[in-house]
């Protein structure tokens, strides 16, 4: 093996040493996956639904969020005092995890979440009829979600068909071109980010609070924009 200049096993360090000689620098590489649904063409309509709004209706973009869990979460900010408090490495899951059902307005960009103990189609089914209860039953709504198997329950297509609701999946693979996504970001960083909630109550509270004042004040993308300009001396 030797001769061959293989190795059993080799160090990052060393690794680094050889490539630092050659004058090569390590880079990370980013990946991405390629749809492979053979439908993928028909569920393209996505795409269609963003670019031209549909004229009867309107189009919402749904998915889950968690689990939620209480434990510590790590967060960035700024301290007076020289040693600001430090979080526990570990901690005791006692309380169980909850799942945020949200879903996004691309009409009014407004975001709503309702907060479940568990995510069966019995759940689903309970945030879509609250969705559906927020607007007129003569205005279609159509719904983009991916191919979680709750979501294709058969007691969820029967409701579609008669509360005027069209469900509309993403192909395999290519969760991304769904909308929600790009909320949970900023979700994450205000709701979760340096937090300590007490119980999932208290959780449930702060995050619709953060929805609250999302849907009215729109002044919330200015201020990750700044945060993100801010650094560290």
Known sequence: MLEKEIV????????????NEADITYQHTKTWKESNDPEISEKKRIEEL????????????VDEFGPLSIQLHA????????HPDRLAATYRWTQGVRHLFCALDLKTDKLYGHNKASKKHQDF??????????FPRSERL???????????????REWAEKNNVELV???????????????FGPLRKFVLDGSH?????????AIQAYLRWRNKD????AILREQKKIKVA
């Open 125 to 134: 089914l309970a945030f879509l009829k609250m969705l559906r209860r927020r």
């Open 169 to 183: 999946f993403t192909p395999s693979n290519a969760s991304w071109l769904n909308r929600i996504e790009c909320p």
């Open 218 to 221: 729109k002044k919330h993308e």
């Open 50 to 61: 963003y670019e031209n709004p549909p004229k009867d209706g309107r189009v919402l973009c």
């Open 75 to 82: 967060g960035k900010g700024w301290f007076q005092e020289k």
């Open 142 to 156: 159509y719904i983009i979600l991916d191919n979680f198997s709750p979501h294709k329950h058969k007691k969820i």
């Open 8 to 19: 059993d096993s080799i160090s990052i360090e060393t690794i680094r040493v050889i490539l």
């Open 197 to 205: 909630y007490a119980n999932h109550k208290e959780l449930a509270d």
